[in-house]
């Protein structure tokens, strides 16, 4: 099978890798997509299972800064390998606790041997394990002064590995192979799986995949403030730097209001009006006018009820009706005032 088919496995794990270093984690996945599953009969750089070939940091969007983090965060966790050469540098899968390529090897070199390699080590089969119980050798003399010591009731170590049963990691029974067409269809249930994992508030957004995955990080109701604090803003040269800066900080910003010089003419008579409103008793629907306003909607005062409008008409309608609407509200409150000053 070639190595730009079939899929890779990648544990839920992972996603805490992501949350504490997005370069390390894309670097991760670029080196189990591109990893020799075999030791080819051929390659260029003389690569072996479990091995790629890196330098084109670019293609997953890492600056040199952080493909040099990415590395040293990689190694640290004891993930990767990584060795210099004249050509660039070679990657060498050392772990599969976060993403497993499913590679064979022929090899028996002195590499460090795998997980699967390490489980056989330590632990023998039973019969293995009866044979080193079993004495080669005649018994030294000290084990014959204990021989009359009553046993422990408890069974030793020993005695608990020869009867420990098989672990996740030692198969039972070997898996028939996946045919391609299995494959192909694995793969589009992984890709699914993945591309869901993204708000929904991101819809829209001019955002590479890779840019809405690392809000991931952050809860939705961060993320959707975030996008209507980028929607508010005019002229936004990075909006992902934006996102996250709104996201990173302590306290969400209060969103910014609409610029004067970028209201229409009927917006600016309808903010006139709604000051109207406010100065003369009706506080509760200025405030709720602040939030339809931006949007061209509005509630107006008209034969004593409130009556909702679009500002899509032509300004000499808008006037006329705002006219009206402050000539109502002035003669309602003359009208009052008379009745009060009558009971005085």
């Known amino acids: 099978m070639k190595t730009s088919e079939g899929f890779v496995k990648l544990y839920r794990e992972a996603f805490d890798l992501l949350k504490d270093s997005r370069p390390a984690f894309s670097l991760l996945l670029l080196i189990g ?3 020799k599953r075999i030791d080819p009969t051929y390659s260029v750089h003389k ?30 966790d004891g993930l990767v390998k990584f060795k210099a050469t004249t050509r660039g540098t070679i ?18 070199d002195d590499r460090a ?11 023998p089969t039973i019969d293995q394990e009866v044979a080193t119980l079993s ?12 021989q009359d010591s009553q046993p422990s009731e408890k069974p030793t170590d020993r005695h608990q590995i020869a009867f420990r049963p098989p672990r996740d990691s030692q198969p039972v029974a070997s898996k028939s192979p996946l045919t391609k067409k299995e494959e192909k269809e694995e793969e589009k249930r992984a890709a699914a799986a993945y591309s869901r994992t993204v708000y929904k508030c991101l819809d829209g957004l001019d955002l590479s995949d890779q840019e809405k995955r690392s809000l991931m990080c952050y809860s939705e109701h961060r993320v959707a403030h975030a996008v209507e604090f980028v929607k508010k803003k005019k002229n936004v040269d990075s909006p992902i730097g934006l996102l996250t800066w ?5 306290t969400l910003p209060e969103l910014p209001r609409e610029s004067q010089k970028s209201r229409t003419p009927q917006q600016k008579l309808a903010w006139e009006y ?4 406010s100065s003369n008793g ?13 949007n061209d909607r509005m509630v107006i005062l008209e034969q004593g009820q409130l009556m909702p409008i679009t500002l899509n008409h032509p300004l000499q309608i808008l006037q006329e009706d705002f006219r009206k609407s402050k000539e109502e509200i002035l003669k309602s409150q003359r009208i009052v005032q008379g009745l009060q000053g009558d009971k005085l």
Do not use: W
Request: net charge negative; hydrophobic share 35%.
């Open 135 to 146: 004495p080669s050798e005649k018994p030294s003399k000290l084990s014959m002064e204990n």
């Open 246 to 250: 709104v996201c990173q900080q302590p």
């Open 282 to 294: 009706y506080t509760a629907q200025a405030k709720q006018n602040e939030e339809k306003i931006p």
């Open 91 to 108: 990657a060498t899968l050392i772990s599969t606790s976060l993403l497993d390529i499913n590679a064979e090897s022929d090899e028996t």
């Open 113 to 123: 041997p795998s997980d699967s390699h390490l489980v056989a080590i330590a632990q």
């Open 274 to 277: 709604n000051q109207f409103l």
């Open 47 to 76: 690569l072996k299972a479990n091995e790629a070939f890196l330098g084109d940091y670019e293609t997953i969007g890492l600056t040199r800064s952080e493909y040099r983090t990415a590395i040293e965060k990689l190694e640290k």
């Open 33 to 35: 997509f591109r990893a």
